[in-house]
């Protein structure tokens, strides 16, 4: 949604300062460093005040994420990025806000809150880093695992079915849905900065691979079913977008959906600001309402 | 015949014949008519079909509770009759639906004796005005007339709810209303002493224990609701529905509980005011949401409006059976705060008082009501409004010393807070154990040193809000002693006032309002005066006389539950001080 917010008069900021001191805690390979870094790009792409970012996490690998990000930060609950990101947007529509979270935050235990922050069409960016695998709990199945997926918790192999979530965020109706590898930083740090412009909930799923409880599901795995988007996609095509998600062999990398609808806060909001000043209480009719 | 200017009238129905709205209707006309007044509803789970009943005492002082049994009932069928005859005082009056012709003495033998008045409320309806949905203005009619409730204020009352509908709803309605009351002229022989009279003033301000919550929050502050609709905590959510957009504010409806209590958290964590009300399966849901609260030092507020639990349990009843959930609130020790407003004035200034000690301390505030207040109406001045501004309360630029460490080490264990948007202060919220920086750390010096914070601020709330947190009735240092919590503070001040009179004895009250942490200092005296203590409390297993023996070793109460989820009532206190004091 952003289109560019520092402070006027204040110097151009690079990708590392969006930098923070800390440095990331993760396994050397790990996908996310990639992820981490398109994010720095994106946000420098469009000049994003550091004051007015936000951060939200919720619980994994994955989720560590605000801390790495010169900016506010909210690393929760297992599961419930969303909604805080939700509150923090909705108490306040200047600022950016950025979810971050893993595949199993977001669709095992935090799977009920996407189908209504896609509902809502909130103006957040979603990035799930999905490495088809629990990370930090040290190697047990999550909903994008494969059947067959062996770990200490499914020593016969997995039994269910993966989920497949670019299908599943265009069937909620997501504005901004994409797909993106974290082996190709510039396109994902591409991908980032149109969802954080999009009006609207931005969805992006990085494939961002586990190199330590994953192995299988690795760089080659992916790079030998990647391939972009066929020029031809239309991204407001639904129902070719939903063909090309549920392609058995391939992960299609790209746009797949962005259409505009109005905002949760712009409905909410005249403008989508909050009213400033503030109004007063009208106490007469109050008490007119409740004597 | 003397006039006996305060009674108890109950109106009994079917839900769908309007007997809520009828009581809506004499409830504002009293208030208008500068009447204090208490009254409650109760309605089935269903949303259609089964018994509804509003129970309304009116009175020439502002009363505490709703009393006990009906002066007056008003029984829409005989069906309601058979229901709720049973809560007819010995010397009540009964106006039933039904033909004089066919007088209920005769099939109820209990009536031989009383007054009672047949009111054909359903023929006046059907054939008269022609709207069987009309029934309930038939009664109101009636009992206006027969009771002296202002015709004028009625007939504005009417004209107020359904000129907005429909005309011809307006137009039934007003003609049910004057069918009943001339019926009750013509026919009706006034025999009971029962009259209400206008006094002077402004009129009253009327609010249910749910209202006055939300006004409370709204005029607190408050700029955020995050909810999740369950009954009986749903109408807090619909008012600020309707409430926030006018300030500024938002409501959100979130698609679960646990949903709304991160949106509070996202919201507070914002730097605006933010709240969430449930009930007990809500409240369960939130629990580590409300420990993140706790951890992350999130100012935020939780109302749980008790119903009977566990699990679904009576949904539409009451209960004060959530008091060890609150007093836990989460896994680990996390600190937070419980409060429990004991009137529905209290339900009202309480949010304000919620709101200050989240913000000040960071961290989660429990507020216990329960069904019994939050549909409970009573009567508060207008100036509780008017004397309050109820402006937002932006989060203060931090104070710091050299660096901004948002979780920094101090003595009352209270850190400096920023917000997003204030410049530099960039800061990352955690439910990881962290250092002052909020960077993770889990080495024992850095949990110890913030766990121990964090707990410190207990002692400053305490220090804060104890003195003034704690409702005292009757005597001071009493010999007999009751204690209780939340929504039985009026039937306890009653019963307490009643029993002094009756004994001469030494006989108090005590009811804090800060339920945890508890404000020792404060109950001590009360409890060591005491020859004999009671505990009363609407739970079956007394969670807050088990939590007093944990506070006050050798301490041990008589206690008195009630688990059938009707409100404690004067009587249930009376009764056992009585006991105690032979």
């Given amino acids: 949604m952003s289109t560019g917010t520092a402070a006027p008069g204040s110097a151009q900021q690079k990708p590392a300062d969006y930098k923070s001191t800390r440095k990331p805690v993760w396994c050397p390979g790990c996908g996310d460093y990639g992820v981490l870094n398109s994010l720095f790009n994106a946000l420098a792409a469009i000049q994003i005040n550091q004051d007015n970012l936000v951060v939200v996490s919720g619980i994994g690998c994955s989720s560590r994420f605000p801390g790495f990000v010169k900016a506010y930060g909210f690393h929760g609950a297992h599961g419930r990025a969303l909604p805080v990101a939700v509150g923090v947007k909705v108490a306040n529509p200047d600022l950016d806000v950025i979810a971050v979270g893993g595949d199993g935050d977001a669709f095992s235990i935090g799977g009920g809150h996407i189908t209504h922050v896609a509902r809502r069409n909130i103006n957040i960016t979603y990035i799930v880093m999905d490495n088809e695998i629990y990370g930090l709990t040290k190697g047990q199945t999550s909903p994008t695992s494969h059947p067959g997926t062996i770990t200490k918790a499914s020593p016969y192999g997995a039994l269910e079915q993966p989920i497949e979530p670019i299908s599943l965020l265009l069937s909620y109706g997501a504005t901004f849905v994409a797909r993106g590898f974290s082996s190709n930083p510039k396109d994902v740090a591409q991908m980032i900065e149109k969802g954080i412009r999009h009006k609207g909930f931005s969805f992006i799923q990085v494939l961002s691979p586990c190199v330590t409880f994953n192995k299988p599901i690795g760089y080659d795995y992916f790079n030998a079913r990647v391939a972009p988007l066929p020029s031809e996609h239309r991204t407001d095509d639904l129902y070719g977008a939903m063909r090309l998600a549920g392609d058995p062999e391939k992960f299609y990398l790209g746009i797949f959906r962005e259409v505009d609808r109005p905002t949760y806060t712009d409905l909410m909001y005249e403008g989508g600001h909050r009213p400033r000043p503030e109004p007063a209480i009208d106490t007469e009719r109050i008490l007119r309402k409740f004597s | ?582």
């Fill in chain 2, 1 to 582: 015949m003397e006039t006996v200017r305060d009674f108890i009238i109950g109106l009994g129905g079917e839900s769908g014949e309007g007997v809520v709205l009828a009581g809506d209707i004499l409830n504002m006309t009293a208030a208008r008519m500068n009447i204090h007044s208490s009254s409650f509803r109760t309605f089935p789970a269903e949303a259609r079909g089964g018994p509804s009943v509003v129970k309304l005492r009116l009175c020439r002082d502002h009363v505490y509770s709703l009393g006990d049994e009906y002066d007056v009932l008003i029984a829409f069928s005989e069906d309601a009759y058979k229901l709720h005859g049973p809560d007819l005082a010995a010397h009540g009056v009964l106006l039933i639906d039904g033909d004089p012709a066919d007088p209920a003495q005769q099939r109820y033998p209990e009536l031989a004796g009383k007054i009672v008045y047949h009111i054909p409320m359903d023929r006046i309806a059907k054939k008269d005005v022609g709207e069987i949905k009309t029934k309930n203005m038939v009664a109101v009619g009636a009992v206006a007339a027969l009771f002296g409730f202002s015709r004028e204020m009625i007939e504005k009352s009417l004209a107020e709810r359904f000129s907005k509908r429909s005309e011809k709803m307006l137009t039934d309605n007003l003609k049910a209303f004057t069918a009943g009351w001339d019926y009750a002229k013509a026919n009706l022989d006034k025999k009971d002493p029962y009259r209400v009279e206008a006094a002077t003033g402004d009129g009253f301000l009327v609010l249910s224990g749910n209202e006055a919550v939300a006004l409370g929050a709204l005029y607190a502050g408050c700029r955020f609701f995050g909810g999740y609709p369950i009954t009986p905590a749903s109408e807090i959510m619909e008012i600020l529905a309707a409430e926030m957009p006018k300030v500024g504010g938002a409501m959100v409806q979130f698609e679960d509980e646990i949903a709304s209590m991160g949106g509070v958290l996202g919201a507070a964590f914002a730097g605006v005011r933010s709240m969430t009300a449930t009930s007990g399966p809500g409240q369960s849901l939130m629990s580590e949401l409300i420990g993140l609260g706790s951890m992350a030092e999130v100012p935020c507020v939780i109302v749980n409006v008790q119903r009977g639990g566990p699990s679904t349990g009576l949904p539409t009843k009451t209960e004060q059976a959530d008091l060890n959930l609150s007093l836990a609130a989460s896994h680990g020790d996390a600190p937070h705060v419980v409060l429990a407003p004991t009137t529905i004035r209290d339900c009202f200034e309480i949010m304000e008082l919620a709101f200050d000690i989240a913000e000040k301390y960071q961290l989660p505030v429990i507020v216990l009501t329960d069904q019994a207040l939050g549909f409970r109406r009573a009567d508060l001045p207008k100036s509780l409004l008017r004397d309050r501004s109820g402006h937002a309360q932006p989060v203060p630029i931090p104070q710091f010393g050299e660096k901004f460490l948002r979780y920094q080490i101090t003595e009352s264990g209270i850190s400096p807070r920023s917000a997003p948007g204030m410049p530099g202060l960039q800061h990352v919220a955690t439910g990881l154990e962290h250092a002052e920086d909020g960077k993770p750390a889990y080495d024992p010096p850095t949990r110890r040193a913030q766990m121990e914070k964090r707990q410190r601020k207990m002692a400053g709330i305490v220090r804060d809000y104890a003195p003034t947190s704690v409702r005292r009735y009757g005597d001071p240092e009493p010999e007999i002693g009751v204690i209780g919590w939340g929504s039985s503070a009026g039937p306890i001040k009653e019963a307490v006032e009643a029993a002094q009179a009756a004994t001469g004895k030494k006989i108090g009250g005590i009811v804090p309002r800060l339920l945890f942490p508890s404000p020792n200092d404060e109950i001590r005296p009360f409890i060591k005066a005491c020859k004999k203590a009671i505990v009363i409390e609407g739970n079956l297993t007394g969670q807050y006389a088990t939590y007093l023996r944990s506070q006050f070793p050798g301490f041990d109460p008589m206690e008195v539950h009630r688990y059938d989820g009707l409100p404690i009532r004067r009587s249930d206190v009376l009764q056992k001080i009585m006991e105690v004091a032979r």
